[in-house]
């Protein structure tokens, strides 16, 4: 997939989702007030053009949009993904979809400093955060005081959602997309 074609792919899924014309299923809802939501997903499949810096793949291009069609009907309130390529195009329709930017953050950062500035800035709401498979079990398990097991090379399509409800019981659900 070109970039011209990407970024059509991309108006597209914001005039679906502007005139709600995507599903959601319950495990991707918007957090209802005062609870919060993490989505932690890794990077989409990449292309080979770049061994430093690639972008993502046709497949990867199609996973992207599928993360910002999940999270079409919850209330986005902020994304973050590395700096990297492959996860800024990750994050992006999920970004244009919901009228945001994409906030990079430092891949090195120790994943409980992350995860403590990110529960300090967020209180409620959801937030996607696109890392890569190095770094999403451990931002996850940081943000639920949890074990979260290690994410495979060749994995792309984990979905793990960190959920704090009102009461402050974090729960951690792990599922495919």
């Not at 074609?5 to 005062?34: M, N």
């Not at 994943?111 to 500035?117: G, H, K, L, M, P």
């Not at 005081?145 to 793990?160: K, N, S």
Request: charged share 20%; hydrophobic share 40%.
């Amino acid at each position: 997939m070109t970039l011209a074609t990407l970024r059509e792919t991309i108006a597209a899924l914001a005039l679906s989702v502007a005139i709600g014309g995507c599903t959601t299923s319950a495990s991707t809802a918007a957090a209802p007030v005062g609870e919060m939501v993490f989505v932690i997903v890794r990077h989409a499949e990449k292309a080979a053009n770049d061994p430093k810096d690639p972008t993502l793949s046709e497949a990867g291009s199609a996973r992207a949009l599928r993360v910002a069609e999940r999270l079409s009907k919850a209330q986005v309130s902020s994304v973050y993904a590395t700096g990297y390529r492959r996860a800024q195009q990750t994050a992006a329709p999920t970004a244009l979809a919901h009228r945001l930017e994409v906030r990079t953050y430092d891949a090195s950062m120790p994943a409980t400093v992350f995860a403590t500035q990110l529960r300090t800035a967020h209180a409620s709401g959801t937030v996607l955060v696109v890392g890569h498979s190095n770094t999403v079990p451990a931002i996850a398990a940081a943000l639920c005081g949890c074990d979260v097991a290690p994410m495979r090379e060749d994995e792309y399509d984990r979905w793990i959602r960190v959920h704090t409800d009102r009461n402050g019981t974090i729960t951690l659900e792990e599922e495919r997309y």
